[in-house]
Each structure stands twice: as C-alpha cells, then as structure tokens.
C-alpha cells in the first residue's frame, strides 16, 4: 500500500463504507476496500472545509463602518480580480468573476496545505490539477457556444478565410484541447517539484534549513494560483464575441 497521510487514515478508518458505495455508484471498484480513499480526495475535502469555514467566518464579520484586517486582505483580493478580469476579458468579464475567484481561491489553497507538516498539497498529484483543467477547459467552451451559438462558435475553429478552413481546423481543435494538458502540467509540475524540494531538506535539517524553500513554496502557490486564474480568463476572452460584433447584435 502507498504512503497514507493521518487524515486519510481517519477517513479510512470511519468512512470506508461510503467511499465504497459510492464508487460502486460509477462502476469502479477499491483496490483494498478497507483504504478506499486516496490522498489527493481527502486533502481537497480538508481545502473545501477550510474555504467553507473562513468565508462563514469573513460573512459574520464583515463591517462597512469598520472593516477588519481580515476583511481589508479580501477586499483587496477581490479588487485585484476585478482589475485582472477588466484587463484581461473586459467589463463584460464581470459577469463571469464568481468563477475566476473559485478557482483562484481553491488552487492557492490547494497549494498552500502543503507548507503545513504532515500534509500534502493536493495539487501535487495529476487528478486534481487535470480536474481543475477539466472544470476551466468546459466552463470556457460552453460560454463559447452560448454567447456565439453552437455554429458562430465552431467557425471561429475553420480561419478567417474558408481556403485555410481544411488546414486551421485541425491545427485549432489541436490547439484548444492543448489547453487542457497546459494547464494540468504546468500546475502539476511546479507543485511536485516544490513538494520533493521541501521533503529532500526536511530529511537533511528538519527545522532551518526548509524555511527558505517553504518561503519559495508559497511564493509558487501564489503565482501559480494566479498563472491558473489568467489563464481561465484569457481563454474566456478569447471565445466572447467581439466588441464591434456583440454591440452590432
């Protein structure tokens, strides 16, 4: 059996029936049915948990008259998307922030559960980076088709001229589903390499000699959370229909 983290025990422990049920529920079936869960579920359970706390926990708090420092630090979050999302997909982007933020706030936590001991960035391993890839690779596909309609939106995949049409498609549906293996290597990739770092000094000087690399762990968390974000946003961009176009309609 793989390395278990504690949490994953616990989980093991008290909730193997479920997680067996419900992967009989997709057809699939446990290797040892009494580990049923993997590493990676249960460190994004804790990620959603821990989201779900402290945004419970800025709502109760949140103050116009007197706005806290936990407050202020989600503000300027928040101003910080807003100035990427006019920038990046215009102010018609807006309308489409809830997501960007999502995904943002769950890949910097994601990548941030790792600097803590005994736990593992999930991140780290290719399923929850691929699944992100997956929800960023739909979600702008499927603005694509609504906003341009199904036929609108594949012709943009044909060129700007119908004697390029035979040779662009199939360099563009190439290209665009490319996006999804860009995304999941480039966040999978960085955040291995951070973890392997980090575990390599942990065993040569447990308490000083991380410290750096944990500090360079959070700065990658952070760029790469950010790297993911503007990435969603300029492929939302680029499958809105044009300025000149969507005010003509």
């Known amino acids: 059996m793989e390395h278990e983290s504690w949490l994953t025990g616990l989980f093991d422990r008290f909730l193997a029936g479920p997680a067996n049920v419900a992967l009989s529920w997709v057809g699939m079936k446990a290797a040892d049915p009494a580990h049923p869960w993997a590493d990676y579920v249960t460190m994004e359970i804790l990620v959603a948990l821990i989201i779900v706390v402290l945004f419970a926990l800025l ?7 007197r706005p806290g420092a936990f407050q202020h630090i989600f503000e300027m ?7 990427q999302t006019d920038e990046n997909v215009g102010e018609r982007g ?12 769950f ?38 088709i609504g906003t341009q309609g199904p036929f609108g939106y594949l012709k943009h995949f044909f060129g700007p001229t119908p004697a390029l ?4 498609f199939p360099i563009e549906v190439i290209s665009n589903c490319a996006r999804l293996l860009s995304l999941t290597v480039r966040l999978y990739a960085n955040m291995f390499a951070g973890e392997q770092v980090i575990l390599a000094f942990m065993g040569l000087l447990p308490v000083v000699l991380p410290l750096p690399f944990i500090g360079l762990h959070i700065f ?16 939302v961009a680029d499958v809105l229909p044009h300025e000149h176009a969507a005010e003509h309609s």
């Open 59 to 65: 709502r109760s708090r949140l103050s116009p008259d």
């Open 77 to 83: 979050l928040y101003n910080f998307l807003v100035e």
């Open 94 to 105: 807006r309308k489409y922030m809830a997501f960007f933020g999502t995904i943002f706030i």
């Open 107 to 144: 890949v910097l936590f994601a990548n941030l559960l790792g600097t803590i001991p005994s736990l593992d960035s999930p991140t780290m391993f290719v399923p929850v980076p691929l699944g992100c890839a997956m929800a960023t690779f739909l979600y702008y596909n499927v603005i694509g």
């Open 165 to 168: 049409a035979v040779l662009m």
């Open 220 to 235: 990658v968390a952070f760029l790469q959370a950010y790297v993911f974000c503007l990435l969603t946003m300029v492929y």
